[in-house]
């Protein structure tokens, strides 16, 4: 079985599932993290791999940018293959006064000012959260791995160029960083009765003007594949 965006055939991929925004970053973990790693898509170059961590079977695979992205392929993951839990490892842009470059951000829950949840036709704003499952062991591994971490709410935005520039409005609610892909993923879980996680690695601070390369960002934020990775097989 394959889907137009995924040639992967049922039990190609494991329960869980990694999945970084950039299919590079799927790469660089199957190669550096795990063994045997063996590659079931390359449709429209989003990148995907099976192997085993610590002797447990775990895929990588890559989302694209934004929410109609990352919405369909883990839906497909969620629906058509099977997967039981999506960590989302990805970058993050910080709101927050007191996340700095190169923190890691456990979202517990995300605000978005997408329309993505008008297709449930909810009578209300539905309020997109982490599964305290994948949650509560993220927070043991970080704390594990001696990382600088923070745990709370995040923004999903749409957009990437704000022209309200409205960073300073989310600040004032506590939310710590923003990226583009979390509340589809939560969603799509909730929605098919599944484990969703986003950790995210702050790649640049917009209000203060500081940022990483993009080879950082594909390939140096090990902390939070670290995380990410003692999550998937934590018991």
């Known amino acids: 079985m394959s889907t137009p965006h995924n040639s992967a055939k049922k039990g190609d991929i494991a329960k869980t599932v990694l999945m970084p925004g950039d299919p590079l970053r799927a790469k660089f973990i199957a190669e550096n993290f795990l063994t045997d790693p063996v590659c079931y898509n390359e449709v429209r170059g ?3 791999f099976t192997g085993t961590y610590k002797g447990v079977p775990v895929s990588v695979q890559g989302s694209g940018m934004g929410m109609p992205s990352i919405g369909i392929y ?3 993951l969620f629906n058509e ?3 039981e839990n999506i960590i989302r490892v990805g970058t993050a842009g910080a709101i927050a006064d007191n996340v700095q470059l190169r923190d890691v951000i456990i979202a517990m829950s995300t605000s978005t000012n997408s329309a ?3 297709q449930y036709r909810l009578p209300g704003k539905y309020a997109p959260t982490a599964s305290w499952a994948l949650l509560s062991k ?3 591994a970080a704390k594990a791995n001696g ?3 923070h745990v709370g709410n995040i923004l999903s935005s749409d957009t ?14 506590g939310v710590l960083g923003i990226e583009m892909e979390a509340a589809a993923l939560y969603m799509n879980a909730a929605r098919a009765g599944k484990n969703a996680l986003c950790i995210l ?9 500081l940022s990483t390369s993009a080879e950082e960002r594909q390939s140096t934020f090990l902390d939070m594949m670290k995380i990410a990775l003692e999550t998937a097989i934590a018991d």
Do not use: H, I
């Open 46 to 48: 989003m990148l995907g």
């Open 74 to 76: 883990s839906y497909e």
């Open 81 to 83: 293959y099977d997967v």
């Open 116 to 118: 993505y949840g008008d």
């Open 138 to 140: 993220a927070v043991e």
């Open 147 to 149: 990382s600088r971490y």
């Open 160 to 173: 990437f160029y704000d022209d309200a520039n409205s960073l300073a409005d989310w600040q004032k609610m």
């Open 201 to 209: 690695t702050v790649s640049d601070c917009p209000l203060k003007g």
